[in-house]
């Protein structure tokens, strides 16, 4: 006996993350297509347009791939042990249905999931991973669909929020089983999303290499990297770091957010901020490309490296 998410389903509730994936993908298509065509060759220009189109595009395809497939299984089952497993992405527990106490309670009271602290929560009611719930308290919670109860299963050092179908069933079950004994197992994290963090890492790594390689024959042997209030530049430093230093950037983005994932902390945090970031610099490196470019190859510089 059990319940679990479909892929179908968690990509049906996905309607407001695939309008951000797709609004992010346009706009930095639009950035990437814009610097690409003042830089491309006459001969080269559809070649370059498609493939940095394109960059964009996959990484978009990836996440609307990625997230469903990791969501997709969550849920409950009871196995012939009389053992309840829990699997809430990207949280997961155990725990002898002898050792749980269960109540349903209002879905509107002290028991509802308010904070998410690392997991998955969409507008459609699906919501999955460890969240902290209005009287305080840390719970798994593994949520499908809408309605007026929520069932609450507390034991040794583990607390379980549920609702799904079949629900009523977990409860009768629970309720029914014996006492077991033994220490009850606590959830632990289990850190199921950091090789999504590393794609995404990997997607901004390649872009930023790509754009380095494709301004490096207009760079001039000191590039501007700082400018002063009237719009000068002010500082330089040789075109080699110049040129390396977008790549090490997103590269150490990409390594914090992998470790923070990889190491059980947040999801939020790990994912969503060094993204922001990537996103936000990657316009930043193409303006001071286009910006190093128009000065020439030859075109020198004196202030601070």
Do not use: C
């Not at 609702?163 to 632990?188: C, I, T």
């Not at 999504?196 to 390649?206: D, S, T």
Request: aromatic share 8%; net charge positive.
């Amino acid at each position: 006996m059990g319940y679990h998410l479909t892929y179908g389903a968690v990509l049906a509730s996905m309607g407001t993350t695939v309008a951000i994936v797709v609004g992010v993908t346009v706009l930095v298509g639009a950035l990437l297509y814009l610097a690409m065509r003042q830089r491309s060759d006459a001969g080269r220009t559809g070649r370059v347009h498609l493939l940095w189109l394109l960059v964009p595009i996959v990484v978009s395809v990836g996440l609307l791939v990625a997230i469903p497939s990791s969501e997709a299984g969550s849920g409950w089952q009871i196995t012939s042990g009389r053992t309840l497993k829990v699997k809430a992405w990207p949280g997961e527990a155990q725990a002898p249905l002898g050792a749980l106490r269960a109540q349903f309670v209002p879905s509107s009271g002290p028991w509802r999931p308010t904070y998410r602290s690392d997991g998955y929560d969409s507008a459609s009611g699906i919501q999955t991973g460890w969240f902290t719930l209005q009287n305080g308290r840390r719970a798994l919670v593994f949520m499908s669909g809408r309605g007026p109860r929520l069932l609450v299963l507390q034991g040794k050092g583990l607390l379980l929020v549920i609702r799904s179908p079949h629900m009523d069933a977990l409860y009768r079950a629970v309720r029914h089983a014996k006492p077991a004994n033994g220490r009850l197992p606590g959830g632990v994290p289990a850190p199921s999303g950091w090789w999504m963090v590393a794609l995404i890492g990997l997607a901004f790594v390649l872009a930023q290499l790509g754009l380095s390689r494709h301004y490096a024959p207009a760079m001039p042997e000191r590039m501007a990297t700082h400018w002063g209030l009237d719009g000068q530049p002010d500082g330089y430093m040789p075109k080699r770091w110049g040129l390396l230093l977008p790549t090490m950037v997103s590269l150490v983005l990409a390594v914090v957010a992998v470790a923070i994932t990889a190491g059980g902390v947040p999801m939020g945090p790990g994912l969503v901020a060094p993204l922001l970031v990537q996103v936000a610099l990657l316009p930043v490196f193409v303006w001071v490309y286009r910006t190093n470019a128009a000065r020439g190859p030859n075109a020198g510089g004196k202030g601070r490296a």
